[in-house]
């Protein structure tokens, strides 16, 4: 299993993830969650992801 970190966000990114949030919430009317995980290079064993 690969490990991806949760993102740490400025607190105008964070405000733009939740302006997003609620701009999905009312096109969709379900309670839509928006979760930032950090790209890395490599998985924990060194090989190098694809994507």
Known sequence: MK????AELSN???DKVKSMESELR???ADD???IA???T???P???RQNG
């Open 45 to 47: 064993e060194g090989e």
């Open 3 to 6: 490990d991806f970190p949760v």
């Open 32 to 34: 839509i969650v928006l």
């Open 12 to 14: 105008e990114a964070l």
């Open 37 to 39: 995980y950090k790209k």
């Open 41 to 43: 290079e490599s998985n």
């Open 26 to 28: 009312q096109q969709t």
